[in-house]
């Protein structure tokens, strides 16, 4: 064999190990990402807080109740209800985002009664006081323990209920409008789907394909076949303005699109 051919054949069998360890390391580093995201999936999306106070306070005693709602896996869960400055038969459900939990929401709600309307929002699994962890499917069981609570407790009429959510909480509400029946959908500050969101943080790598929450929004506004409206912020810093676009744009009549700026997520 001429010194040539042996020098080519090196080469050949350098080039071969070179590949085989960039396929190792490639092979590895994917493995590795795949295994964090499964690890910490939940740390990403849900940022439940155990701070707050849930006793009534005293001036607002007759205005607001607390109640245990039972979820159809056995969890108990903390719910408010709120009555509304002016008698009215209509009703708001309104979901929270994923940080904190409802007594950081508590103005909120009550400046909701001010439309007027009543108000019911619960904290989910692993929020404030209740037990259990956070997930996709268990917050929707949450959100139908609220919506039944409503229906058969309170006897309001599906056509008199209005389902609220934002940011995450826009993820249980477009579920549990899509599954039950009620007079509309309102969406502020929600994306279209987790896996879209988790694309905005890690270079727009596809990591949807290994997480287990989907909260696919995108996917169910067009089936609502009921009324939706959508608000959000174009300076939102978390959530970008074009997912709430997209969902208005794959959403069906009747809706209807309030953008606004000046206001942070």
């Known amino acids: ?29 994917a493995l590795g990402l795949i295994l964090l995201i499964f690890m ?45 400055a002016q008698p009215t038969a209509k009703t708001i459900l309104f979901f929270h985002g994923n940080a904190g939990n409802l007594t950081h929401r508590h103005g909120w709600a009550q400046a909701l009664t001010l439309l007027p309307a009543n108000v019911l929002q619960i904290d989910y699994r692993g929020y404030g006081p209740n037990k259990g962890k956070p997930s996709e499917q268990g917050l929707y069981l949450d959100g139908k323990s609220a919506y039944d609570f409503l229906v058969k407790e309170k006897a309001v009429k599906p056509d008199e209920l209005f389902v609220y959510g934002i940011s995450l909480g826009g993820g249980v509400a477009t579920e549990t409008a899509l599954r039950y029946p009620c007079a509309g959908l309102i969406l502020q500050s929600t994306f279209t789907s987790a896996p879209d969101m988790a694309a905005t943080r890690v270079m727009n790598l596809p990591l949807g394909l290994f997480m287990s929450a989907q909260f696919a929004n995108k996917s169910k506004v067009g089936k609502l076949g009921k009324p939706l409206m959508i608000v959000h912020s174009k300076d939102d810093e978390l959530i970008p303005f074009q997912m709430a676009e997209e969902l208005y744009r794959l959403a069906k009549e009747p809706k209807a699109f309030h953008p606004f700026e000046g206001v942070k997520h």
């Open 40 to 84: 910490a999936e939940d740390k990403f999306i849900y940022f439940p807080s155990s701070d707050g106070d849930w006793s009534i306070p005293e001036k607002s005693k007759g205005k607001i109740s607390s109640h245990q709602l039972k979820t159809e896996d056995g969890l108990e869960i903390v719910a408010w209800y709120y009555k509304a």
């Open 1 to 29: 064999m001429s010194s040539n051919t042996s020098s080519a054949t090196e080469q050949v069998s350098l080039a071969k190990r070179i590949f085989r360890s960039f396929v190792f390391v490639f092979v590895g580093t």
